[in-house]
Each structure stands twice: as structure tokens, then as C-alpha cells.
């Protein structure tokens, strides 16, 4: 009974809202996967050269917080697909 109440209820939403909520979850899941996998390489680059550990962990912030501006600017689509 409460299956056919939410079909309900979600058939009379717009296809926009969907597909939004499907974006913003990718690029989240995006972001963590490429976060992860630029963590990885630098732990793996300072184990195999820690003299260089420096460099490579100010590399691997800058890589990181670009990977997190681009979710963000996703986010801010998928909101802005919602909102208009």
C-alpha cells in the first residue's frame, strides 16, 4: 500500500528533480573517489621518496581542492536545476 503511495507521489514530480538529485549524488561520489585514488598516489609517492614528501603532499592539496571545486560547481547546477 505505502509502494503505491509513493509512485504515486513520485510520478507527479518533474523528471528534473530526479535527475538532479542522480547529478549531485555523482559528483559527490566523484569527488570521493577522485580524492581518494590522489591520496593513495601521494601515500604511495612519500613511501617509495620520503625526502620529497613535502612536495608532493602541497601537490596533492592543490590536486584535491580542485577535484572539490568541481564537485561544488556540479552541486550548484544540480541546485540551480531545482530552484529555477
Same mark, same amino acid.
Given at each position: 500500500? &505505502?509502494?503505491?503511495?509513493?509512485?504515486?507521489? /513520485? !510520478?507527479?514530480?518533474?523528471? #528534473?528533480?530526479?535527475?538532479? /538529485?542522480?547529478?549531485?549524488?555523482?559528483?559527490?561520489?566523484?569527488?570521493?573517489? #577522485?580524492?581518494? %585514488?590522489?591520496?593513495? #598516489? /601521494?601515500?604511495?609517492?612519500?613511501?617509495?621518496?620520503?625526502? /620529497?614528501?613535502?612536495?608532493?603532499? &602541497?601537490?596533492?592539496?592543490?590536486?584535491? !581542492?580542485?577535484?572539490? #571545486?568541481?564537485?561544488?560547481? !556540479?552541486?550548484?547546477?544540480?541546485?540551480?536545476?531545482?530552484? %529555477?
Amino acid at each position: 500500500m &505505502s509502494l503505491l503511495i509513493l509512485l504515486q507521489a /513520485a !510520478a507527479q514530480m518533474a523528471w #528534473g528533480y530526479f535527475g538532479a /538529485a542522480v547529478g549531485a549524488g555523482l559528483a559527490t561520489i566523484g569527488a570521493g573517489l #577522485g580524492i581518494g %585514488k590522489i591520496g593513495q #598516489g /601521494a601515500m604511495e609517492g612519500m613511501a617509495r621518496q620520503p625526502e /620529497a614528501g613535502g612536495d608532493i603532499r &602541497s601537490t596533492m592539496i592543490i590536486a584535491a !581542492a580542485l577535484v572539490e #571545486g568541481v564537485a561544488f560547481f !556540479a552541486v550548484v547546477v544540480c541546485l540551480l536545476v531545482v530552484l %529555477k
